[in-house]
Structures are given as structure tokens and as C-alpha cells.
């Protein structure tokens, strides 16, 4: 029977010198982490007996566990040992090791401003993820808060799940304003093959901040005099966040124009990340849609997504229009430094044109530049990227007072290199994503350009 596992090499010392009789020891192994309370939900860890429970430690555990060692004894066709017979010992074999598609220095970076980020605006929680646009590689995933993975709260189960849940790839929100670069691409992208049903880049709105869609009443965030704003054309209503612009070209594409990009850009299905429990979000049925519904999916309502969803999707949006499946993992690899597999980055689909790409990340840098954006403008550097702010639901009713603060931003905007999505959930006091969540973008941006030695452009 045992008794006891992970036992310190000191207790058992004591316990051979009491001389108990038919007491045994057998050496065992165990997971450090030299880092502590760092990359906590991606690493995850496991269980006493080395075994995977969570994070990469599961979902590659195959890999990393290793195979035991084993000592095999001749017997008879019937499984009896033979007296005299010979012992053979097959030794076991080291697991596996991982190289992670990580940057030290990037998460470093994360896991102080999310720190920050949950001090300064005593937010439920906080998380960032930046990747490579190009590759859909994972530079850096923080979420806070979190717990010492040498050290999991293991009494208390409810503790353990909450602290050790990646919500970054597991969670699903409604992203507000961040989802409106979809309709701002479904739509540039029908405009260019031709659709009439599509606007102009710089086709002027209706400058009211009102539209009735099914008789239900629909406007704008901001508050006008008079009921009306200044004529926009898309470039102002993106660095407006203007949520009836929005509005005016989902209803105008329809709605399966607007699924057929919401599939192009992967909502509603998993992104294929190398991590297991990925949610695939929450979007209706085509068939389910009504019009007022499609004019709230318009500018983020009315469908749930994960972080991980939209950063992917944004990548995509502006690096060209390709869609890579993001990673974790870019090596398997053995101690003595055999590769086993190498993880190359896997394009998934195509969403739009490089034209519209472009004319995108034109628009994107200008709400940095002269827009919503402003607090992530970083001097000498071509920063782009849209705010976010969603109110949050309790029971099926919007819950007063509670928001999700966000932004996704990336740089340099004419050859993307990093990409940063911050969300900060149910922060106190501000909570317009572009006052609470762009500036930890910006402090990232700037911590990124300091280590790599990025000059001005």
C-alpha cells in the first residue's frame, strides 16, 4: 500500500531511523518550475505522479512523459516463472521535451502590465495574447489572476479550475467594437469584386446616430446633440467606433454575406491552436438571424468568441488576408537534441484580398493616429488597431455597471510583426477599451521595441 507520495528526502531520513519493519521507499520524480508564476495556463501542470492535467503538460503529455522501465522474467506457456530462468531489464526511455513558439522576453513583457493592469483598475481578471501575424505563431499568453505552478491550490478544486483555465483559448465574451474590422473587410472586400450592395470606402453615411431595425432602436455609443453626428465615411466610423455605420452594411450585404466572411474568418469554430478545451464560440444559426440580430453582429453583440478567435481573425484581416492556424509549440525534440517533429506554420484558408488587406491597415492605423485608439500611438512608429468595450450579461440581462474593456493592435501597420489583443474584465471605475485597455498595448508595443532594438520607420 502506499502511503505517501512526493516525500522530501529529509522526512524520509527520520522515518529509516525509526527502524520500522516492512516500511519501503522507491524514488520518484517531480515537475519543478524554475519561473514560478509564469505562463501559468499555457504550461498548466500535473498530476503527483507526473501525468498531464492541464495545459501543454496535457495535451502533450504523450510526448513528455516518457516510458517506464521494465524487468521481464522467463516463464512457462502459462505465465509461471521458471526457477533458474534469466531476468531481463529494459531501461526506461526520457520523455520528450518542447520548444515553445514563446518569447521569454514578450511574455516578461505580458506578465507585468496584466499585473498592472488588475492592480490599477481592480479588474476580475486580465489577459493579453500577442502572435505573429505571418506564421499565427504565439509570442506571449498572460492571464491574470493566476497561481505558482509549483504550488497549485489542489485543496480546493473550484480555486484550481478558475486560476488554471486558459480564457484566452477556453472563454468566450462579446467583443464590441474589435469585431467591427469583419464588417469593415466583408464590406471592402465585396466593394472590390463588384457587389452593389457594398459601400464605398468613401461612401458618406446617414448622420444620424439612429437606425430602426425591426422596430427596435439601435445607435451610437457616443452622445449627440440633436440626435445627429458629423457625416462619416467608414475611415470616421471606425475611428468613431460609430455603431449605425456598422449597422447600415451588414443590413446591406445581408446576412449571408455577412456568414459567409463570419466563416471565412473561422467564428464559430476552433482554431485548431495546439491546446485542449478550445471553445468555438457562440454564433447563431444563419437560419435563426433576424435582421436586428444581424445589425448587432455587426458591431460585436449578439455573438461570443473566444480571444483567441479574434486575434487569429485580425491577424488575418491585416497581414494580407491569410489565415494561419496559431501554435504553441514549434519543436519536439529529444535531450540529445534529435528533432522528432517540427511544427511549421499551417495556412488555413484565405478571408480576403491583399488589396483589402491593405486598405484595412490603412484605416486601422488611422484610429491609432486620429482616433479611438490614440492612447496605444506610440512617436516614430506605425501603430494600428481598433478599441473595444462591450457591456457583459448575467442571466440573459445586461448587467449595470459590468464591461469588458478591450483592444487588438499591431505593428508596424505597413509590415505586421506583432499583434496584441488586451482584455480587461469588469474594471472599476473607467472602462472605455480605449482609455483602460489600449495604453497596456502600447506599454507592451514600446517593451518590445526597447528589447529587439526596432528603429523608427
Known amino acids: 500500500m502506499t502511503i505517501k507520495k512526493q516525500v522530501s528526502k529529509e522526512k524520509i531520513s527520520e522515518l529509516l531511523k525509526k527502524g520500522f519493519k516492512g516500511v519501503y521507499y522507491s524514488r520518484d520524480n517531480s515537475r519543478v518550475y524554475p519561473y514560478n508564476e509564469f505562463l501559468t495556463s499555457v504550461l498548466g501542470f500535473t498530476s503527483t505522479d507526473g501525468k498531464g492535467q492541464s495545459g ?14 521494465q524487468i521481464l ?66 509570442r506571449a499568453l498572460c492571464s491574470k489572476p493566476s497561481y505558482d505552478l509549483n504550488a497549485p491550490p489542489r485543496d480546493d478544486l473550484t480555486a484550481l479550475n478558475a486560476l488554471s483555465r486558459n ?59 440633436n440626435g445627429k453626428h458629423s457625416a462619416l465615411t467608414l475611415q470616421g466610423g471606425l475611428n468613431n467606433s460609430c455603431n449605425p455605420i456598422f449597422v ?26 495546439d491546446f485542449n478545451g478550445e471553445s468555438q464560440g457562440m454564433v447563431l444559426p444563419v437560419s435563426a ?91 516614430g512608429y506605425r501603430v494600428a488597431g481598433k478599441t473595444g468595450t462591450a457591456q457583459k450579461y448575467e442571466n440573459g440581462v445586461i448587467a449595470q455597471g459590468k464591461y469588458v474593456s478591450s483592444f487588438v493592435g499591431y505593428f508596424p501597420a505597413n509590415n505586421p510583426k506583432y499583434l496584441a489583443l488586451v482584455i480587461i474584465d469588469e474594471p472599476v471605475g473607467e472602462y472605455y477599451g480605449s482609455t483602460v485597455a489600449s495604453p497596456y498595448a502600447k506599454q507592451v508595443f514600446e517593451g518590445i521595441i526597447n528589447l529587439k532594438g526596432i528603429k523608427k520607420s
Request: proline share 2%; aromatic share 10%; hydrophobic share 35%.
Open 73 to 138: 522474467y522467463e516463464t512457462d506457456i502459462v505465465g509461471v516463472e521458471i526457477d533458474g530462468g534469466k531476468a531481463s531489464y529494459i531501461p526506461a526511455t526520457n520523455g520528450l521535451n518542447l520548444k515553445l513558439t514563446i518569447d521569454y522576453d514578450v511574455q516578461q513583457l505580458c506578465e507585468t502590465a496584466m499585473e498592472q493592469a488588475i492592480e490599477i483598475h481592480k479588474a476580475k481578471s486580465a489577459q493579453i495574447i500577442v502572435l505573429d501575424p505571418n506564421t499565427g505563431a504565439i
Open 289 to 379: 438571424v433576424q435582421n436586428v440580430d444581424l445589425a448587432r453582429i455587426a458591431f460585436g453583440q449578439t455573438i461570443a468568441v473566444t480571444a483567441l478567435q479574434l486575434a487569429a481573425a485580425t491577424c488575418s484581416a491585416i497581414n494580407g488576408g491569410n489565415y494561419y492556424t496559431p501554435y504553441l509549440v514549434s519543436e519536439i525534440y529529444s535531450n540529445d537534441g534529435i528533432i522528432a517533429e517540427k511544427i511549421t506554420p499551417k495556412l488555413k484558408n484565405k478571408v480576403i484580398s491583399e488589396n483589402a488587406s491593405k486598405i484595412i491597415n490603412q484605416m486601422l492605423e488611422s484610429v491609432v493616429a486620429d482616433g479611438s485608439g490614440k492612447h496605444a500611438y506610440i512617436e
Open 248 to 273: 447600415d452594411i451588414a443590413t446591406s450585404l445581408g446576412k449571408e454575406t455577412m456568414y459567409k466572411y463570419i466563416e471565412l474568418f473561422n467564428y464559430g469554430s476552433v482554431t485548431g491552436v
Open 56 to 69: 501543454l503538460e496535457l495535451y502533450y503529455d504523450k510526448y513528455l512523459s516518457g516510458i517506464n522501465g
Open 167 to 225: 480564457r484566452i483559448i477556453c472563454d468566450v465574451y462579446e467583443p464590441g467594437s474589435t469585431f467591427k474590422i469583419l464588417t469593415a473587410a466583408a464590406n471592402v472586400e465585396e466593394y472590390l469584386q463588384g457587389n452593389k450592395s457594398a459601400f464605398s470606402p468613401n461612401h458618406i453615411y446617414n448622420s444620424s446616430r439612429y437606425r430602426y431595425i425591426d422596430g427596435q432602436k439601435v445607435k451610437c455609443w457616443s452622445n449627440h446633440q
